[in-house]
């Protein structure tokens, strides 16, 4: 019998491995709709996953057998969908706490859900809802994240991973497991109503909080500052008129380098 890795208590009880797949968001998907209820928690990992989603129609590249790619079952019913954001921050929030102890201070949480350290990217989620009678059905939350790659391909120039951070290879199955028990508890914090402290923390661990930096928007670029995340998930920048402005994630470009 294989040893139970995950110490909570349902996140990853019921957990798959795939060798290889073209998502496991896909697989999870089709699973829910071809069979019977899937327990709460279940995990599929793929170690290859061949044509892997990211958001905003992007795709997600991860070299097999280096990386996390998988995907997770929650049922947050309980959640009104006005306040979807809070899985959202949740679930950054356990990734976050999972790397934290590794990686330190340089650890951020991108707006709206990616995972940076320093000024790249180390892993990103795709949240997808099946909303049913008004409430959160199921939730497919796709985790990616890069672990033992030691170099990515020309276009993704602001990848990193565990391994060119701390030049040491990182054992999957550990940080799976420390990223499903900390998702777990910031899942069951949100399930008991304990939003507050859910969306401080978020606010606290986010990449360029209250730093003036340049923004992108469709018709021009400006100088602003985060200020805060609106409940329902808006990112809010102060521009250097003091003019408090709400994006969404299709309006807004975080610019990295400075504006000449
Ligand atoms: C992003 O930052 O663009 C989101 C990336 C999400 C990638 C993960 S890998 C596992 C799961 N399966 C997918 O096809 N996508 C997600």
């Not at 009104?80 to 650890?107: C, E, M, N, W, Y």
């Not at 951020?108 to 859900?113: E, L």
């Not at 930096?213 to 100088?223: A, I, L």
């Not at 102060?238 to 380098?257: A, D, R």
Request: overall charge neutral; charged content about 20%.
């Amino acid at each position: 019998m294989q040893n139970n890795i995950f110490s909570g208590l349902f996140v990853g009880q019921n957990f798959i491995i795939l060798k290889e797949v073209d998502s496991t968001n896909n697989f999870l998907k089709e699973l829910l709709s071809n069979s019977k209820p899937l327990m709460e928690g279940t995990v599929i990992m793929a170690e290859n996953q061949y044509a892997g989603r990211g958001q905003q129609q992007n795709g997600w590249h991860a070299e097999p057998g280096k990386n996390l790619t998988f995907s997770m079952l929650l049922k947050p019913a309980f959640l009104h969908l006005t306040d979807q954001f809070d899985l959202t921050r949740a679930i950054s929030l356990g990734v976050f706490d999972a790397l934290a102890p590794l990686l330190g201070g340089k650890l951020k949480i991108k707006w709206p859900n990616d995972i940076y350290y320093n000024d790249r990217k180390i892993g990103g989620m795709l949240i997808e809802n099946l909303v049913q009678g008004g409430q959160i059905k199921n939730s497919i939350i796709g985790i990616g994240l890069n672990v033992n790659q030691d170099s990515f391909p020309a276009g993704l120039s602001n990848a990193t991973s565990i391994k060119q951070i701390l030049h040491a290879d990182y054992d999957l199955k550990t940080l799976l497991s420390e990223i499903c028990r900390h998702i777990e508890a910031w899942y069951l914090k949100i399930k008991a109503g304990n939003i507050l402290a859910v969306r401080q923390a978020y606010l606290s661990r986010l990449y360029w909080l209250n730093e003036s930096k340049s923004f992108k928007t469709q018709h021009n670029v400006f100088t602003g500052a985060i200020n805060d995340v609106r409940d329902n998930g808006l990112l809010v920048i102060k521009n250097n008129i003091g003019e408090e402005i709400e994006f969404s994630l299709k309006e807004i470009e975080f610019l990295n380098k400075a504006v000449q």
